[in-house]
C-alpha cells in the first residue's frame, strides 16, 4: 500500500514540472509572436514614408512651377514629420524619331528628386526623375 501512495506522489511532481515546461514553451512562443509583430510594424512604418514621400515628390515634378529656380528644401510627411529634399537640375540630348522617317536632336530638361535613407525609416535612397538616365 505504501508503495502506491510514493508512486502517486511522483506523479503530481511531474505534473508539476510538465505544467512548467508548457508554461515556458508558450512565454517563448507568445514572445516571438510579439517581436515579429513589432517587426511588421517597422516595416510598415517605412513603407507608408515611403510611399508618402514618393507620392509628394510625384506631384511636385508634375506642377508647373519653378522647380530648379526655387525648390522646396522639405517634404512634410504627416503629423509635422518633415524630410530633407535634394533637388539636382541638369539638360540631356534626346534624338527624336517621327513616324515619316525624320529625326532630331532636342535638349529636355531632367529634374531628380531624391531623400536620403535615413528619412524614410529604411535603408536606401529614394530618387524619382523625370527622364530616365
Known amino acids: 500500500m ?19 515546461v508548457a508554461i515556458v514553451v508558450m512565454t517563448i512562443l507568445g514572445l516571438g509572436l510579439v517581436m515579429s509583430y513589432g517587426r511588421g510594424m517597422v516595416a510598415q512604418k517605412s513603407q507608408r514614408a515611403q510611399n508618402l514621400a514618393a507620392s509628394q515628390m510625384r506631384a511636385l515634378l508634375q506642377s508647373p512651377g519653378t522647380l530648379c529656380t526655387a525648390p522646396p528644401a522639405t517634404l512634410t510627411l504627416g503629423s509635422g514629420v518633415t524630410v530633407p529634399l535634394t ?33 524614410l525609416f529604411g535603408p536606401g535612397t529614394l530618387s524619382i526623375a523625370t527622364v530616365a538616365p
Open 2 to 20: 505504501r508503495t502506491a501512495v510514493s508512486s502517486s506522489r511522483h506523479q503530481r511532481g511531474d505534473m508539476l514540472i510538465e505544467a512548467l
Open 87 to 119: 533637388v539636382n537640375c541638369s539638360t540631356r540630348q534626346v534624338t527624336v524619331t517621327t513616324t515619316g522617317g525624320g529625326s532630331a536632336i532636342v535638349t529636355v530638361p531632367v529634374v531628380t528628386l531624391s531623400v536620403q535613407n535615413a528619412a
